[in-house]
């Protein structure tokens, strides 16, 4: 070949990948460069010689990286079609290049040094041990050749390791051939791997002190380090005999490195996977060395230097106090009466807010607090936890109780510390009540917490946090110690009416925490009658203001509704700040205190006390009991407001509505910023500075309004049937009310509205209806509702697909940018998932997860979908789910939801849907007359969601389990979905045959369901869906060799020679 055509094509190459690398390059040059680089490697005859040119050292590094990118791309893909002189070549001047072509080892670049190693192992792959038998002396030879050569062997042996039995890349036989001829030479590798590593540790160790060899010993523990990886690779599962040979000599080194801090970090992986190993205690039990004193010495000394770190002392700490609590205890009590002691410092940066200096979250002051009382809250949960009742040290706490109860701080930050420390002593309270009222005296004081006494200004978020925080500690209180607390109930009730009557003293949500705290006491009357009788005192004021005319007017008319809240043009005078802030706060007020009260009253746990206190009224045909609410009166009669409230919020979306409301409230209705950033995943600004105002602006107050308005009377709504059970369902034409107001104009209603109205409202409402309303209520909004939902998640799936189909070749424009367009996918991805879980909690039985909880975090979704799928246990339907399949409107919605939801672009919501919800549906109406059409659109639906989702395992396995049922349950009866099976890419008609006629032919003896699965799942590989990345990739093929260990047919020694495979026997021998 011609030198001057090597370096002709070498220079154009050159130039091809500058650009490539260019970051300056227009998007068509490097595309047009790729495309030149990408033909060279796949067509043209001579790339080893033009590899190995632009490989050479003088060449700069991206250059070299890719002419050795063509000798690998040679050896994976043109190795079977090479002669075995070309073979011999290109494996010379490998071995050549290693040797003479590289930088030494502080000089080169990593990423050619991983290359080379690559191009080694991928021939070791494909001729070791039977066509290149001297292999490992090769490498021992190269290994001498200097500090870069050494460290490239230990990278090929790491890398064959990994590829062989940690990845296991190869074809089952090579790899076999492989791992056993490593196995065969394991005692030479692991003695050439401890030597390497010895002799350049202890030059290492020789040279490190000496500046004038600084760089040579940096040479040897960069060798040492690699030796510390590549053992790494091999212990884990190489026999542990080598592990422990020459009396444990490999752990002895691997101790004394456990002083070197450069590699001490290698020598600890390696000794923790040693001791990590599984196997009989005969063969562990050498490593019992490592608890002798020398090396027990090594290892305790590299521990202490190791836990001056702050989270090693943190983790010390943890583990101490869990081994002694009441000794921590007392630290912890130590540090808060130091703290209570010291004088508050701001520090040079502070809010500024006020009179004086408060604190920032940087304030010295601030982080000492913080930190000891996040320190004395874990202690003392730790304690009540696993100390005896007889040994708490009751006295010690009642102390440090009475000293925090006596501390006065004005600083928000400060005092925000002292609640939560007074909530972690509480339980100390349960062994002296008497300490109960100045407990409360504390709270009260803070929940009408000010910075600056009757101040005009907007609270800021710090005196916020404080306020809520008290609210919250009273709430817990009352929530976990009841009983404690009833003594004292008219004395806190008292409190609180105090507070209530001055209207703007307290927030509306502050309000009605206080008067949550209440009714969760109230429970423990246990007295019907009175209970109700408090209760009906309580939303006395609530209801005075829900069911006046004033406020009947403006929740049954938008028109009026708008201008109620301020919302109207007419509103909005630019001299009067907030004119209808009270309006809106009243309105706030009630529906928060229906919420509270619904939400917190409920009937005696026990049965027994349950009905001496006249809270049941009967039994159900099963014999469970019946219970009343003493909320139920209270509520019922607000119920019509309220869902007059909910008819006019939903109306309020309506374009006409929308054009009604003021200019600066246009926006009132769409998502809060803090919204978005969650469903995005954005992570919220964690220095959030305490001195803003809770709300910069009156439209910011608007949306809040708003958005909180709505979900809370969701909520009511779907704690409704819950809590009253028989008094809610019975209500007159309850189902007609509902449609009428909560499902009214929702084409209007954007989706991050939808979802939580599914999942707070909806949801409760069909699950705990009892079952002789079934009839009644569920299906008659079930039936129209699910419609109504697959009709818009399929449109906004198309839109979603056409989109994508595009590939960014249209720029986003300024009204809807990228993020818009992300905000909007993830919230179609999220109801989805919310309408797929509604019907799946609405028809199958939690036989394997329960569903009836709230779905987990957004951001967690992904992560929670299995790699591997194991069918789950038969799912039935539940009565609730027989009785809506009987309704020809629901069971269709259902039926086309489930199955066509599997071809949309979300795999979590396939994955649910394909275990638990779609053979269930299916399998009810199989007892009934399917149409053929029917038949082939659910079965292409499953090959559809296979096209889409086969490139996840767990998917996958899903689809093609449920692919399968649907095929040999419907095959028999259906020859049309033969016909849907032969239109599937690559399909063999010879293998489809013989399925079918397996199938169909009962005479025949079944094969084992796996084998059945496993020959279904052939059938139809031409529709499951590759990952990206696969699609475009060549595959690579590595010929199996004659095997070492297996005895082949007898043969003359001549004909071994003479064969093909033969004549390479001494293909790579030196």
Request: hydrophobic share 40%; glycine share 4%; net charge negative.
């Amino acid at each position: 070949m011609a030198t001057d055509q090597v370096n002709a094509l070498c220079e154009e190459l050159v130039k091809a990948v500058t650009v490539m690398m260019d970051p300056t390059s227009t998007q068509r040059y490097r595309l047009e460069a790729l495309k030149f680089c990408e033909e060279f490697k796949e067509k043209c005859p001579i790339c080893v010689p033009c590899g190995l040119k632009l490989a050479e050292k003088t060449q700069i590094a991206i250059v070299r990286h890719f002419g050795l990118q063509i000798l690998e791309h040679v050896v994976k893909f043109r190795w079977n079609t090479m002669s075995r002189l070309e073979k011999v070549y290109l494996k010379n001047s490998v071995m050549e290049l290693i040797t003479n072509g590289t930088l030494s080892i502080l000089e080169e670049e990593n990423h050619i040094k991983d290359v080379l190693s690559r191009i080694v192992v991928e021939m070791i792959k494909r001729e070791w041990p039977q066509h290149w038998p001297d292999m490992l002396v090769e490498l021992d030879t190269l290994s001498r050749q200097g500090e870069t050569q050494t460290e490239l062997v230990m990278f090929i042996l790491l890398r064959l390791a990994e590829d062989v039995v940690t990845f296991q890349t190869l074809p089952p036989q090579r790899r076999r051939d492989i791992q056993q001829a490593l196995t065969q030479n394991m005692e030479k590798i692991f003695s050439f791997l401890l030597n390497t590593l010895q002799e350049n540790v202890n030059k290492y160790q020789q040279m490190k002190t000496d500046t004038s060899e600084e760089s040579k010993a940096q040479a040897h523990c960069r060798v040492g380090t690699a030796a510390l990886s590549t053992l790494a690779g091999y212990i884990d599962w190489v026999s542990m005999t080598h592990i422990t040979t020459e009396n444990c000599k490999l752990l002895e080194v691997l101790c004394l490195l456990l002083s070197e801090q450069e590699l001490q970090l290698g020598a600890a992986e390696c000794l923790l996977i040693a001791v990590s190993r599984k196997g009989k205690l005969e063969d562990r039990k050498p490593l019992m060395v490592l608890f002798g004193d020398v090396a027990m010495h090594y290892i305790l000394s590299a521990a202490h230097s190791i836990a001056a770190s702050r989270a090693q002392q943190g983790e010390v700490m943890r583990l101490a106090c869990r081994l002694d609590p009441k000794t921590s205890f007392q630290m912890a009590g130590e540090w808060l009466k130091y703290q209570l002691s010291s004088s508050v410092e701001s520090g040079t940066i502070n809010s500024g807010t006020g009179e004086g200096s408060l604190c920032s979250i940087f304030s010295p002051s601030f982080v000492q607090w913080e930190a000891m009382t996040f320190f004395l809250e874990s202690v003392i949960n730790q304690m009540f936890k696993t100390v005896d009742k007889e040994g708490i040290p009751v006295s010690d706490g009642i102390e440090l109780l009475h000293m925090v109860l006596n501390f006065d701080v004005k600083d928000p930050l400060i005092l925000s510390c002292v609640l939560t420390n007074v909530s972690a002593l509480f339980p100390f309270v349960t062994y002296k009540p008497e300490f109960l009222p100045q407990v409360f005296s504390k709270l009260f004081s803070s929940v009408t917490f000010e910075t600056v006494e009757e101040t005009k200004a907007p609270r800021t978020r710090a005196v916020r946090n404080v306020r809520r925080h008290a609210c919250s500690s009273i709430i817990k209180m009352c929530r976990d110690y009841p009983e404690l607390v009833l003594p004292n109930f008219d004395m806190l009730y008292n409190h609180v009416k105090q507070l209530l009557s001055n209207e703007l003293l307290l927030t509306q949500m502050e309000k009605c925490a206080l008067m949550e705290a209440l009714v969760l006491i109230s429970n423990q009357f246990k007295n019907y009658e009175r209970q109700k009788l408090f209760l009906e005192e309580l939303m006395a004021p609530v209801a005075r203001i829900w069911l006046s005319e004033e406020m009947r007017r403006a929740l049954l008319d938008v028109d009026s509704f708008i201008a109620y809240v301020g919302a109207d043009p007419k509103s909005c005078d630019p001299a009067l700040e907030d004119p209808c802030g009270l309006n809106r706060a009243r309105m706030s007020f009630c529906v928060y205190s229906i919420l509270g009260v619904i939400k917190r009253t409920c009937w005696p746990a026990d049965l027994e006390e349950a009905k001496a206190g006249g809270f049941v009224v009967g039994y159900t045909p099963s014999g469970n009991p019946i219970f009343r609410n003493p909320c139920t009166e209270q509520i019922l009669k607000l119920l019509d407001n309220l869902l007059a409230l909910v008819r006019t919020h939903n109306s309020l979306y309506a374009p006409e509505m929308l054009a009604k409301m003021a200019e600066p409230f246009a926006k009132a209705l769409d998502m809060l910023e803090a919204e978005k950033s969650a469903i995005l995943g954005l992570p919220q600004p964690l220095l959030e500075l305490n001195d803003y105002p809770v709300y910069k602006t009156v439209l910011e107050r608007m949306q809040r309004f708003f958005s909180t308005l709505y979900e809370n009377c969701f909520h009511i709504l779907g704690k409704a049937g819950p809590s009253m059970q028989q008094d809610f369902y019975t209500v007159e034409d309850l189902a007609a009310q509902l449609l009428g107001s909560a499902f009214i104009n929702l084409s209007n209603i954007p989706d991050y509205r939808l979802r939580p109205m599914l999942r707070v409202f909806v949801k409760p409402l069909v699950l705990f209806c009892p079952p002789e309303h079934y009839e009644a209520l569920v299906p008659p909004i079930l039936g129209p509702l699910f419609t109504y939902l697959h009709m818009r998640l399929s449109q906004k799936w198309q839109v979603i697909n056409q989109r994508s189909q595009l590939g960014g070749e249209d720029e986003p424009t300024e009204e809807n940018p990228e993020s818009q367009e992300m905000l909007e996918e993830q919230l179609v991805r999220m109801l989805t998932r919310e309408v797929m879980d509604l019907i799946t909690v609405c028809c199958v039985s939690k036989k394997s997860a329960d569903h009836s909880t709230a779905p987990p975090a957004d951001g967690d979704d992904e992560e929670m979908m299995a790699t591997e799928v194991t069918p789950p246990p038969v799912a039935e339907l539940t009565e609730l789910g027989k009785c809506l399949m009987k309704h020809e409107d629901v069971c269709t919605a259902m039926l086309i939801t489930a199955f066509n939801s599997l071809a949309w672009k979300d795999t979590l919501s396939c994955q649910r849907t394909t275990t638990q919800l779609c053979w269930p549906l299916l399998k009810q109406v199989l007892t009934g007359t399917l149409l053929a059409e029917a038949v082939t659109w659910l079965f292409t639906s499953v090959l559809k969601g296979l096209q889409m989702h086969g490139q996840h395992d767990g998917c996958m396995a899903s689809l093609v389990h449920l692919a399968f049922q649907i095929y040999e349950t419907l095959r028999p009866r259906y020859i049309e979905i033969r016909a849907v099976m032969e239109q599937i890419p690559e399909i063999q008609k010879d293998a489809l045959d013989q399925f079918d006629s397996k199938l169909l032919n009962p005479s025949l003896q079944k094969a084992a369901d796996k084998r059945r699965k496993d020959h279904f799942k052939r059938l139809i590989a031409g529709c499951i869906g590759k990952p990206l990345g696969e699609q475009f990739r060549k595959e690579v093929h590595i010929k199996n060799l004659p095997s070492l260990f297996k005895k082949a047919k007898p043969m003359q020694e001549t004909e071994v020679l003479d064969s093909d495979g033969g004549s390479l026997a001494t293909i790579f021998e030196p």
